[in-house]
């Protein structure tokens, strides 16, 4: 327990007032309390004006206010929570308080009209590091962002914004109004443009049909062929074709030879055509789609392309040469029609 000041030590013999003899540990002990010496607990009645800077370590117990000119500060000690809140007769001005009513859990805090308020339009979801503006907005997946009005972002780091939108792929973005970004890495914008891709880019203003790009790789080893993929680390797929849809597609593809000795030698192919989906069956409308050669020194790589009625899809395929390895690079500009076959 810390000790106390004093003017009475022995009652009547020994103590600070007129006619009695003034010792110098009558005057000390001040000294020892207010410099550091000593604990001493000291009680202040009436103001208390303090020029320059103050340190204070504890606590500090204030009855009445505390005003500044210049500066209050505190470290985390003196942070001001639900149940330690700031009034306005403690703060600096009024116009600074906090206070305890700063709306519902997740709602992210805010000055309005110097007073803080929270709203349901406004939100963090701390547990899913989610962030929410709007309404009717949604972001349910980790690291999510839904904005705007009746958006909806479900998927790892997705991002839905505008009027409608939806984003369930993982890190996909749907901006504009009706859209949906439901392969992983891809976006989709516009009005009513949807992705179903791996790192499909699709636009459109209508929901009769869309246009967008995809890409394709592999590698191929000698002679061995192989079939492009959609890929990434989340998996791959394939250039499916929907039922009651068809596509023109204009397809460029590329092949590098990586071997040292190559130099590097490349091929590109290019071609175009509709492919449909027609009641379930899958096949090229008119011509098939000829890989035609372009340019590149690789005279001996070889690609060419297939409507896969099994699997509805669209197949390239891709051949090197001798003993050398390969990567294998494909860009698929669409143009889509929905609803064939519909009427």
Request: proline residues 2%; negative net charge.
């Amino acid at each position: 327990m810390a000790n106390t000041l004093k003017n009475i030590f022995n009652p009547g013999v020994d103590q600070i007032a007129q006619t009695y003899t003034i010792e110098s540990w009558h005057v000390s002990q001040s000294i020892d309390a207010f410099t550091g010496a000593q604990a001493y607990d000291i009680v202040l009645s009436g103001s208390f004006t303090l020029s320059g800077s103050s340190s204070i370590i504890g606590s500090l117990n204030v009855t009445g206010s505390v005003s500044s000119s210049l500066g209050f500060y505190g470290t985390s000690s003196w942070a001001a929570n639900s149940s330690q809140s700031t009034s306005a007769s403690y703060a600096l001005t009024a116009s600074y308080a906090l206070s305890s009513a700063g709306g519902a859990d997740k709602q992210i805090q805010f000055n309005s009209g110097s007073t803080l308020s929270g709203s349901s339009n406004f939100r963090y979801n701390y547990n899913l590091r989610s962030f929410e503006m709007g309404d009717n907005v949604v972001a349910s997946g980790t690291g999510s962002f839904a904005q705007g009005i009746n958006t909806s972002a479900s998927g790892l780091y997705s991002h839905a914004e505008g009027s409608n939108t939806v984003s369930p792929g993982a890190n996909s973005h749907a901006e504009g109004y009706s859209t949906i970004s439901s392969g992983s890495y891809s976006h989709a914008g516009g009005i009513s443009a949807y992705t179903s891709h791996i790192s499909e880019w699709a636009r459109s203003s209508t929901p009769l049909g869309q246009y967008g790009i995809l890409s394709l790789s592999n590698q191929t080893s000698g002679t061995t062929p192989a079939k492009l993929l959609i890929s990434s680390s989340l998996g791959y797929d394939y250039f499916t074709i929907p039922v009651n849809t068809a596509y023109f597609v204009d397809v460029t593809v590329m092949g590098t030879a990586l071997d040292a000795g190559a130099n590097g030698i490349s091929r590109v192919f290019k071609g175009n055509a509709v492919i449909k989906n027609y009641g379930g069956t899958t096949v090229f409308d008119g011509s098939s789609l000829t890989l035609s050669p372009t340019t590149g020194a690789a005279t001996s790589f070889s690609a060419s392309a297939a409507a896969d009625d099994i699997n509805d899809m669209l197949a390239i395929y891709v051949t090197g040469s001798g003993t050398y390895n390969v990567a294998w690079f494909a860009k698929v500009e669409y143009t889509k029609l929905n609803y064939i076959n519909s009427i």
